[in-house]
């Protein structure tokens, strides 16, 4: 009985983890891949890994961190060594005008960040869109601190270039 | 990128640039694209009445109803039902079969098949049929072949299941999608389905004397 039910809570508190986190997931998932398609299937895998590995978890404070890391391993594992599926700029340009309303900038912001080199775009998701620092962002990607701040400033600068925004700070990249 | 990837400017701690909140703004809304309905409509608390016992037991039902038909949409849980599974995994890719007919000029590239398969746990050779979708999917929380192949009316699918063990056909047929999971001699199986109508004999014997699994 005892068994049962702390399987039942186990399932409950999965459950109510993935309620929360899963949109934060997709999106995460979505702009390291450029694809709705393989960000739904990485989520979907690293989710069922997250279930396997859930009764072993003890630090429900960093959750969200161990779902981030899942998410970006399962992307490395299933769609950056396999290289399966191609990416179609024309495609995801059209994906993401699809989804965007009727404000311009949004959507000219969108295909910017879609356009950004992966090693600017990912830490810029997870300072973002997820509020990862720094240094998680560093520990999570295995580069160090600095090199996780150029990325974020290089990647805001050419942004900001393809906004038509004068960027305060000269070029940015050392060109 | 040059070989010294440090920033030697000025920039505040986390990259960001005082006075540009407008910027930061419309980079955080431009980030949070919008999630798929069916996806958040599955995010959608529950709201027990905590002073009635009646209704925390239903939430909790609704609870675990929710957990367990959650992890079944999204492949990492069988429902129990194989022939169903594959019928809703169908139904979770309706761009799969959505055009009746390909010409050969639309079909997937023997070598693009070939490494799906692969990736799946299978190999398949000459193989008849036209195969016009091809790709990997999360199926009963294994990764698997999901091919589309060119039947006579309309498209066939295609699911190679090598971990899915069956004692003998067993029949699909829902929401007008009929065919046959078939187990093999050399373990696993595979499912073949395709609409109301569809001959699906030679297909199916075909993909059956074409298929071994990956060792």
């Known amino acids: ?175 | 990128m040059t070989g010294n990837d440090h920033v030697t400017g000025e920039s505040s701690r986390d990259g960001r640039e005082p006075n540009d909140a407008a910027f930061e703004e419309l980079l955080s809304r431009a980030l949070k694209i919008d999630v798929p309905a069916a996806r958040a409509a599955r995010t959608v608390t529950r709201r027990p009445a905590p002073w009635r016992w009646a209704a925390v037991a239903a939430g909790v039902l609704l609870t675990v109803g929710v957990s367990v038909r959650l992890l079944q949409d999204y492949g990492y849980l069988p429902t129990g039902s194989l022939a169903g599974d594959v019928v809703a995994h169908i139904h979770h890719e309706p761009g799969a079969v959505r055009i009746p007919v390909v010409s050969k000029g639309d079909a997937v590239a023997a070598a693009e098949v070939s490494a799906i398969v692969l990736a799946g746990g299978a190999r398949i050779e000459h193989m008849q049929p036209m195969v016009r979708y091809a790709k990997l999917c999360p199926f009963r929380g294994e990764q698997v072949a999901h091919l589309v192949v060119q039947g006579e009316a309309g498209p066939v699918t295609v699911l190679l299941l090598p971990h899915e063990e069956v004692d003998g056909p067993v029949a699909v047929d829902e929401d007008g999608f009929v065919g046959t999971i078939v187990p093999l001699d050399i373990g696993g199986s595979i499912a073949v389905v395709g609409q109301t109508g569809e001959p699906l004999g030679e297909i199916q014997s075909e993909v059956a004397a074409a298929v071994r699994w990956r060792l």
């Open chain 1, 1 to 175: 009985m005892t068994g049962k039910i702390s399987h039942l809570e186990r399932r409950r508190r999965f459950d109510a983890l993935v309620r929360e986190l899963r949109p934060e997931l997709y999106r995460y998932a979505f702009w390291l891949s450029r694809s709705r398609s393989v960000a739904d299937d990485v989520v979907q895998e690293a989710l069922l890994r997250a279930w396997k590995a859930f009764g072993d978890l003890r630090e429900t404070g960093s959750t969200k961190q161990w779902l981030v890391t899942i998410v970006r391993r399962e992307h490395a594992r299933l769609y950056e060594r396999k290289r399966f599926d191609t990416v179609d700029i024309t495609d995801y340009e059209e994906e993401i005008a699809a989804t965007s309303d009727d404000d311009p900038d949004l959507g000219k912001m969108r295909q910017a960040i879609f356009r950004l080199d992966d090693a600017y775009r990912e830490p810029l998701a997870l300072q973002v869109l997820l509020g990862h620092t720094t240094r998680e962002i560093a520990e999570l990607t295995d580069l160090n601190e600095a090199t996780v701040l150029t990325r974020l400033h290089r990647a805001r600068h050419r942004l900001k270039l393809e906004m038509g925004i004068e960027p305060e700070d000269g070029p940015g990249d050392g060109s």
